[in-house]
């Protein structure tokens, strides 16, 4: 019998791929908004109301759903429950060297996750913070799997100090065999584990029958092949193929940056389009070119000096005075252009994070596990608050 999951998917696959003109493309390849009937609205918008939408999905959903009527039913698609739990205490030693809001993050995962006393396996495990506080809570044992030998030190050695049941195992997990940490009697947990890092994870926790699995994923195209590698045999089938532009578009909603950061994304943005406007009038390549990521501390310097960078980085020979305010104002211009693109687009976001996250949980009852889907936190906290929880079902064995 399939489960509701497998409805929500399917219904989800088709507007998605009803609606693929709209998420699917690049906002720095056009130089013009690319849906004529949404030209006028999108260019009457402020920067601030563009902001503000941005910020607000629901505004945003009920400002686009006139030209895009599929949006309508999101709400409905996309929306998961964050059940009313306590958010567990823990004595200072405990959670001390714990920044505030990963704190609580932390706090809440632990309130929502199901409470067992059984052996924890804590995957990508950092210094282990998540399998402190669930060794305190009264797991028998934790062991804690981490790449960084520095990581796996610090925590052991936290763990010691506070008479914690931990033990640190240091492992590139894409590379080493790593089965022998799985075992049937084990809560496996995984918080914001990036993309092939948690798959696996989920593979060798579904292989190995562990009892309890609770993860929340991230960065969906961390790790993994260029184009989207399905789990289950539904998002096998479908016929939505999803680049890591496309994954990365799940990513989009961030808690709002400080004004200091905003102000110099900002300026990155209109840099980085202003070069281009300048190569392509050096080059004729009329093409969008990508310029690799660097210090924000270049975009506090002058925008001459940028483009001699980003004209190095692609062996490009620029002129010896070219008119920087006008290629500015250029990328102003086209900055108006990508940012309400970029607006239509952000509609979609929950969408495919959602897509992406219902096909683990198909895979995970494919492989016999009853699933549940919800919110493990605020928004506010993170963006990246879904949780999954599988429970072995009692008829695999």
Not at 111 to 132: M, N, S, Y
Not at 188 to 202: D, I, S
Request: hydrophobic share 40%; glycine share 4%.
């Amino acid at each position: 019998m399939r489960s509701s999951y497998h409805s929500q998917f399917l219904a989800l696959d088709a507007l998605l791929a009803g609606t693929r003109q709209y998420w699917q493309l690049l906002a720095f390849d056009h130089t013009d908004i690319p849906w004529p009937e949404l030209k006028s609205t999108l260019l009457s918008l402020s920067d601030e109301e563009v902001t503000a939408l941005d910020q607000e999905p629901a505004a945003l959903l009920s400002f686009l759903t006139p030209y895009i009527s599929e949006l309508s039913k999101l709400p409905a698609l996309t929306a998961l429950t964050l059940e009313p739990a306590s958010r567990p205490e823990f004595p200072f030693w405990l959670s001390n060297g714990i920044k505030g809001r990963k704190l609580t993050q932390l706090q809440d995962f632990v309130g929502q996750i199901v409470q067992t006393k059984l052996p924890v396996l804590e995957w990508c495990a950092g210094k282990g913070h998540l399998g402190r506080l669930l060794a305190y809570q009264g797991a028998v044992h934790v062991d804690s799997v981490e790449l960084q030998v520095a990581l796996c030190q610090q925590g052991q050695h936290s763990a010691q100090q506070q008479g914690l049941a931990m033990t640190f195992h240091c492992a590139d997990v894409l590379k080493d065999p790593i089965a022998h940490y799985f075992k049937p009697q084990q809560q496996a947990v995984a918080l914001h584990a990036c993309g092939r890092l948690h798959q696996t994870f989920m593979a060798q926790a579904s292989a190995a029958g562990c009892e309890q699995i609770s993860l929340s994923p991230c960065c969906y195209h961390l790790f993994t092949e260029p184009t989207y590698q399905a789990m289950s045999d539904a998002a096998t089938q479908s016929t939505l193929s999803l680049s890591h532009s496309d994954m990365k578009l799940a990513l989009q909603e961030t808690v709002t940056a400080p004004g200091r950061v905003a102000k110099v994304r900002k300026r990155e943005v209109q840099w980085r389009l202003a070069f281009d406007a300048l190569r392509r009038d050096v080059t004729g390549d009329t093409q969008y070119l990508s310029v690799p990521s660097v210090n924000k501390a270049i975009f506090s310097g002058s925008f001459v000096d940028f483009c001699h960078w980003a004209a190095e980085q692609k062996q490009l020979d620029l002129p010896a005075h070219f008119e920087a305010d006008h290629y500015l104002a250029q990328g102003r211009a086209r900055q108006r252009i990508t940012e309400r693109i970029e607006l239509v687009r952000h509609a979609f976001r929950r969408a495919i994070e959602l897509w992406l996250v219902l096909d683990r949980v198909l895979y995970l009852e494919q492989a016999g596990y009853d699933v549940s889907l919800s919110e493990f936190c605020h928004k506010s906290l993170t963006p990246r608050n879904i949780l999954i929880q599988a429970t072995r079902c009692q008829s695999v064995e």
